[in-house]
């Protein structure tokens, strides 16, 4: 999404081609890139580096990946509606999973296949957005190359959502999961130890880890703990979204629970300030969230180290 890089916005879209991780995409890319997590800001600013390079401890070459990437942002926020058709309207058997190449040639095919859902200036429009992120997406392949291994985007790497502080709440919402059955913020007090990973069914890194999610869910499960997921396509209860998400998880074998709720919900404003997917964070069981949101796929790599100290201390706290 760079997510709301499709919701990038849409969080968006970001699925950067070979990179892990997507762009934003609450519902879809546009709207979400003109705010950084419920923070007002102008759609060039939002989630650009405040502070200098030198001050910030990143590289130019990071600096100047963040730059392109907000530049992605924009695209899709311009004409957030056309992006959102876009990707809403694409082969579900795909899974928008990219097969390596330039993020924006993938964007292109995807408009190829949908064309015919699109008046013949709205296609122009598509196109010369894709054909500007084909040439964004060569610069950020060429600065990866340049930047420290330890300075390079993981997964998605981008602007983490200011809420998520640690020791914050996590936002209150009233929602069910995708079977309709009713949930809200009482469930982390069931749980010694709850994550929540972020999600969107047209990001390719995000579908990847799904099956690594369940796994850790069966194991936080034996220890008092469980996985939850949520997918920013289904707020709202939208149902064809739902039953997608649905379809994607029975694909790759992923049986915990998803949950949905109101976007105008506080917990429905986090989603859609999320500005990389996927991400994950972490609640105690009196609903903190523990640490900052984990960017990127968690899997494996210092994201999966990260997230499995997080949960163990989180769990050798609970037992006290």
Not at 79 to 95: C, E, I, R
Not at 111 to 138: C, H, M, P, R
Not at 205 to 215: R, S, T
Not at 246 to 269: D, H, Q, W
């Amino acid at each position: 999404m760079r997510l709301k890089k499709i919701t990038m916005t849409l969080a968006l879209m970001g699925l950067i081609a070979g990179l892990a991780a997507c762009g934003p995409k609450d519902k879809t890319p546009a709207e979400s890139s003109s705010q950084v997590a419920g923070e007002s800001v102008p759609a060039g600013q939002a989630g650009m580096p405040t502070t200098p390079p030198e001050e910030s401890g990143k590289s130019g070459a990071e600096e100047e990946i963040n730059k392109l990437s907000q530049e992605e942002n924009e695209i899709f926020a311009k004409n957030k509606d056309l992006w959102d058709k876009v990707f809403l309207s694409a082969n579900k058997d795909s899974g928008m999973i990219t097969d390596g190449t330039n993020y924006g040639e993938f964007l292109k095919k995807t408009i190829e296949s949908a064309k015919d859902k699109f008046t013949a200036d709205e296609l122009k429009i598509l196109n010369e957005g894709a054909d500007k992120i084909v040439e964004i997406e060569k610069k950020i392949e060429e600065l990866k190359k340049q930047a420290p291994a330890q300075a390079k985007p993981q997964d998605g790497q981008s602007t983490a959502p200011a809420a998520a502080a640690t020791g914050d709440k996590f936002p209150s919402f009233q929602g069910k999961d995708l079977d309709g059955n009713a949930l809200d913020n009482s469930l982390f007090s069931k749980n010694a130890v709850t994550v929540i990973n972020f999600w969107f069914s047209t990001c390719n890194p995000c579908i990847g880890e799904l099956d690594e999610l369940d796994a850790l869910n069966k194991d936080l499960k034996a220890k008092g703990g469980e996985v939850i997921g949520i997918n920013s396509f289904t707020l709202d209860d939208q149902k064809e979204a739902i039953e997608e998400a649905k379809e994607i998880l029975k694909k790759k074998g992923a049986s915990y629970r998803n949950i949905t709720f109101p976007s105008n919900s506080e917990a429905g404003k986090y989603v859609q300030n999320i500005m990389s997917f996927p991400t994950t964070i972490v609640v105690d069981r009196q609903g903190n969230m523990v640490g900052d949101p984990i960017m990127g796929a968690v899997a494996e790599g210092k994201q999966h180290e990260e997230l499995m100290n997080r949960i163990n201390q989180i769990l050798e706290k609970d037992k006290k």
